[in-house]
């Protein structure tokens, strides 16, 4: 049996249900953030916490659960669910509403989490290949900043990836600009420098993200945030992908094609992991 957190209180998944008229059902009408644990204890939660609070503020959806609720029901289900590695994934939704794309009515938001398993990611240096996607992310569209239900370009993307034999997918803008994969953001290495496309762009801003730029000065590297093309990374001296659940994920092909491989890409995976069990003190 399996435990989740569900408007407030813990019960058995198959207990849990939300009706067919919530607005995250009908609409993608909500906000979710998947934070990680690690030998049962969570990683970056706050930062995790800080970024979900800025989604619900950009959807004007009132948050239903406080941070030490929240951090109180990862908890329990990760002991309630015998889990030492893995994700918790909290969503809330707008919750049930009128007919129709106005939020008017809509009161009552949704709150659920639950837990789910990760083999233990810091065992494992993985190499991905990469394909580039035919959807496009829209320049200057604030949503993309968000981890909002509605990720249906993402979702889009990665099957047309898997449909290649590809691991993931590079989206671009549709100024045909490198700016993220479709469940993470990227970054190549050249020259002693570190480099990802900027936060202007439309990609959702990382907490691993932000935890790999803070490693980049303590290995010599220097850090620039630059618009690239796909082209560009052929020319890199390594390229990887950051995830809050894996980490920092090589990348050895895009579109079928081989890249550099940097020895520094497993440098940092090194030094990303002992960050992480360094801040949770295992």
Request: hydrophobic share 40%; with cysteine; aromatic share 14%.
């Amino acid at each position: 049996m399996s435990w989740v957190y569900f408007n407030g209180s813990i019960v058995p998944s198959a207990e849990a249900f939300v009706t067919i008229f919530d607005r995250g059902f009908l609409y993608g009408d909500g906000l979710f953030e998947s934070i990680p644990f690690f030998k049962c204890r969570f990683f970056a939660f706050e930062d995790h916490w800080r970024r979900f609070e800025k989604g619900l503020e950009f959807l004007r959806i009132r948050s239903p659960i406080t941070l030490e609720q929240a951090r109180s029901a990862a908890d329990i289900l990760v002991e309630k669910n015998l889990m030492s590695d893995g994700i918790f994934r909290l969503q809330v939704t707008r919750g049930k509403g009128n007919r129709g794309y106005s939020p008017r009515g809509a009161e009552d938001p949704t709150c659920v989490a639950a837990v789910f398993p990760l083999d233990a990611p810091d065992k494992n240096f993985q190499s991905w290949t990469l394909q580039t996607s035919s959807f496009r992310l829209a320049t200057g569209d604030p949503v993309h900043r968000h981890k909002t239900c509605n990720k249906l370009i993402q979702v889009m993307a990665k099957s047309e990836a898997e449909g290649m034999g590809a691991d993931e997918a590079l989206l671009l803008t549709d100024a045909g600009l490198v700016a993220e994969t479709s469940s993470g953001n990227i970054f190549w290495l050249k020259e002693g420098t570190l480099f990802t496309p900027p936060e202007t762009f439309p990609l959702l801003p990382g907490i691993t993200r932000d935890r790999v730029t803070e490693l980049a000065s303590k290995y010599d590297l220097k850090f620039a945030a630059v618009s690239s093309r796909p082209e560009d990374l052929f020319q890199a001296d390594g390229v990887f992908i950051t995830f809050s659940s894996f980490g920092i994920v090589e990348v050895f092909s895009l579109d079928g094609k081989p890249l550099p491989q940097s020895a520094r890409t497993k440098l940092l995976w090194d030094a990303y992991w002992k960050s992480v069990f360094a801040s949770i003190k295992v």
